[in-house]
C-alpha cells in the first residue's frame, strides 16, 4: 500500500515524477541570470545555459517530455543542445538523453552515472526494473572527481560528492551568474527519496547538505532536483532537518522499534507539515530509510 500510495504522490507531483512512466505536469521555462533559464514540469528541473553556438543542458527530463522540452530549447538561442550534463542516473534526469545524445550532443556525467545507466538498474522500492539505455544516451564524457566547462562567457565548475542520494551524484556551479544545481542532493519542501539500492543513504543526504552550504551564498540562486528554487536559507533548513531524521532513525533502530512503531509514533511530526506534504508523505519518508538502514 505504501508503495502504491508513493507512486500516485509522484505522479501528482508538480516538479514531475521519479519514474519514466510519470507524466509531466506542462514544460515551462523561467529566465534565471546572464542566459541561464530554468525548465520545469518535465521531471528533474533543467538549467538551461544559452551559448554563442547552442545551448548547455543541465539534465535532460523524462523521456515522455522530450518533445515538450525540445520545444521550448528552440525557443532559446540557437536551440540546439550541445552540451548536456547528467546530475545522477535517475530516469527523471536522463530520460531524454538519447535523443540528445543523436542530435549530437555531449554528455558528461560521473563515472557511475555511465555505469548504472549501461548495465540498467532494478530499483527495489519500487519494484521496477531499469532497462539499460541506448548507447546513444550514454556519457561520452566522464569524471571521477571533479571538473569545468568553459561555455560561452560562462564557467560551470561541477563536483562528485560521496554517495547519498546515488553513488553518482554531481553539483554543478555557474560561477559567473552564480547559480547552483544541486541535482537530487537537494529537494526543497519536501522530503528527499535516496535509493538505497543505488549505494544511496540518509547518511550520505545529510553529510553533503552540509557541503554545499559551504559551497553557496546568500545571493546563490540554488536549483534543486525538485521543488521550487531555494536560497541558502532554504539549504540549511533542509541539512537540519536531514540531521535530525538521521539522528531519529539512529535512536529508533537502536530501540528495537519496529516499522510499524515508527509510523504510528511518528517520530519526526515536528517535521511532517514542512516536508511531508510532497512527493514522499511520512509513512512513505520513515518506511523507506527504516528498511535502508535496517539493511546496512
Do not use: C
Not at 519514466?20 to 538551461?48: E, F, H, W
Not at 545507466?117 to 556519457?139: E, I, S, T
Not at 560561477?175 to 522530503?191: K, Q, R, S, T, W
Request: proline share 4%; glycine share 10%.
Amino acid at each position: 500500500m505504501l508503495r502504491r500510495s508513493f507512486l500516485r504522490n509522484i505522479v501528482a507531483s508538480s516538479a514531475g515524477g521519479l519514474l519514466l512512466r510519470a507524466q509531466a505536469a506542462g514544460v515551462s521555462v523561467t529566465p534565471l541570470r546572464d542566459k541561464l533559464y530554468l525548465l520545469t514540469g518535465a521531471g528533474g528541473n533543467i538549467i538551461i545555459q544559452e551559448g554563442p553556438d547552442g545551448l548547455l543542458m543541465v539534465d535532460s527530463g523524462l523521456s515522455n517530455s522530450t518533445a515538450d522540452i525540445l520545444a521550448q530549447t528552440d525557443k532559446i538561442g540557437k536551440g540546439n543542445v550541445t552540451t548536456l550534463f547528467n546530475t545522477h542516473w535517475h530516469t527523471d534526469h536522463t530520460g531524454s538523453n538519447v535523443i540528445l545524445g543523436q542530435k549530437g550532443a555531449k554528455i558528461i556525467a560521473q563515472e557511475n552515472v555511465k555505469t548504472r545507466l549501461a548495465k540498467g538498474q532494478y530499483m527495489a522500492f519500487f519494484k521496477r526494473q531499469v532497462d539499460p539505455m541506448d548507447p546513444a544516451g550514454l556519457p561520452s564524457e566522464t569524471f571521477k572527481d571533479k571538473g569545468k566547462i568553459k561555455f560561452g562567457n560562462e564557467t560551470a565548475p561541477y563536483q562528485w560528492l560521496p554517495p547519498a542520494h546515488t553513488d553518482g551524484d554531481a553539483v554543478i556551479h555557474f560561477h559567473n551568474a552564480n547559480v547552483f544545481h544541486g541535482g537530487d542532493l537537494l529537494f526543497n519542501g519536501m522530503y528527499p527519496f535516496i535509493d538505497y539500492g543505488s549505494a544511496g543513504s540518509l547518511a550520505g543526504m545529510a553529510a553533503n547538505a552540509e557541503k554545499i552550504l559551504k559551497m553557496v551564498e546568500d545571493s546563490t540562486i540554488i536549483i534543486p532536483g525538485h521543488g521550487p528554487v531555494a536560497k541558502k536559507s532554504d539549504v540549511k533548513e533542509y541539512a537540519d532537518m536531514l540531521a535530525a531524521s538521521l539522528d531519529v532513525f539512529h535512536k529508533q533502530i537502536a530501540a528495537g522499534k519496529t516499522l510499524e512503531q515508527m509510523q504510528a509514533d511518528r517520530p519526526l511530526k515536528a517535521y511532517d507539515d514542512k516536508w511531508g506534504q510532497g512527493m514522499l508523505k511520512p509513512e512513505v519518508w520513515i518506511a523507506l530509510n527504516y528498511g535502508g538502514m535496517k539493511k546496512s
